[in-house]
């Protein structure tokens, strides 16, 4: 199993950014994915998930309305498109999958929303 994130970078506040999850060495499209992030100094935060079939979307607080994750089966690929980035949505960002009951992570993209 592999999950690469990308489309981390740096970003003004009010910005927008969209991050990408590759994923191989599994069924895509029987898994369920998940986005967290870390920021410095903080345990690591669930921020969105999607059902396999793309039906069914869930965000965290701190990003509900202003993030928007989403799938694309045929590319093995999950994405994040991310808007009025603020400050404290700075963080590593990490895509997850469970895999046969394993808990699987990228390495991770760094978000950094400054002006």
């Known amino acids: 199993v592999q999950l690469v994130e990308s489309g981390g970078g740096l970003v003004q506040p009010g910005g927008s950014l969209k991050l990408s999850c590759a994923a191989s060495?599994?069924?895509?499209?029987?898994?369920?994915m998940r986005w967290y992030r870390q920021a410095p100094g903080k345990e690591r935060e669930w921020v969105a998930a999607?059902?396999?079939?793309?039906?069914?979307?869930g965000y965290g607080d701190s990003v509900k309305g202003r993030f928007t994750i989403s799938r694309d089966n045929a590319k093995n690929t999950m994405y994040l498109q991310m808007n009025s980035l603020l400050p404290e949505d700075t963080a590593v960002y990490y895509c997850?999958?469970?895999?046969?009951?394993?808990?699987?992570w990228g390495k991770g993209t760094l978000v950094t929303v400054s002006s």
């Open positions: 997850y999958a469970q895999v046969s009951v394993e808990d699987y």
């Open positions: 060495g599994f069924t895509f499209s029987s898994a369920e």
């Open positions: 999607i059902l396999s079939t793309g039906s069914s979307t």
